[in-house]
């Protein structure tokens, strides 16, 4: 089983830097779908990333349609504030399957008519929709991905680690 997280067509370098940050500590694969509105060579991408940006499984698709043949009957999950579903209402314990997250764009979000298509794979972050439009990107991934991994028993990542330099020792 793996956590797949999915940005349809990203335009700020930054958030799919840190997303990427969250997926090598995570061990959860990202997929771009094209077009970008950067370069995966932007400085601002690296530095957000940092240096893990080889650490992380990505994938490029063409586009939608390219990616969702991907995901096949796995689990998708679409991200977005105008679903009615919460995030948190969803299981997503079952570790014999993968899980795909996907994101829209950061200006537009994903595709009204493919949302449309598919209300039951939407799920809404709860927000208090009079103070802001949505919530940061790469904060929602991070949001999304932990309750997976929470739901999972966070199979795979260190619950606790000891450091040579342990400021709790």
Request: charged share 25%.
């Amino acid at each position: 089983m793996t956590n797949h997280i999915a940005l349809f067509e990203p335009l700020i370098p930054a958030n799919t830097g840190n997303i990427s940050r969250t997926c090598a500590g995570t061990n959860t694969n990202l997929h771009l779908i094209e077009p970008l509105g950067f370069s995966t060579d932007d400085k601002h991408l690296k530095r957000a990333g940092l240096d893990y940006w080889d650490k992380v499984g990505i994938f490029y698709h063409e586009n939608l349609e390219a990616f969702l043949e991907v995901v096949g009957d796995s689990p998708l999950y679409l991200i977005s504030k105008f679903a009615e579903k919460v995030y948190t209402d969803v299981d997503y314990s079952d570790t014999s399957k993968d899980h795909y997250f996907l994101f829209g764009k950061e200006t537009t979000g994903l595709p009204e008519t493919f949302m449309k298509k598919n209300p039951e794979k939407c799920l809404r972050i709860p927000m208090n929709d009079e103070h802001i439009r949505s919530l940061n990107l790469s904060n929602t991934a991070n949001i999304l991905i932990y309750e997976a991994l929470r739901q999972q028993h966070f199979a795979g990542l260190d619950r606790v680690h000891t450091y040579q330099n342990d400021k709790l020792k």
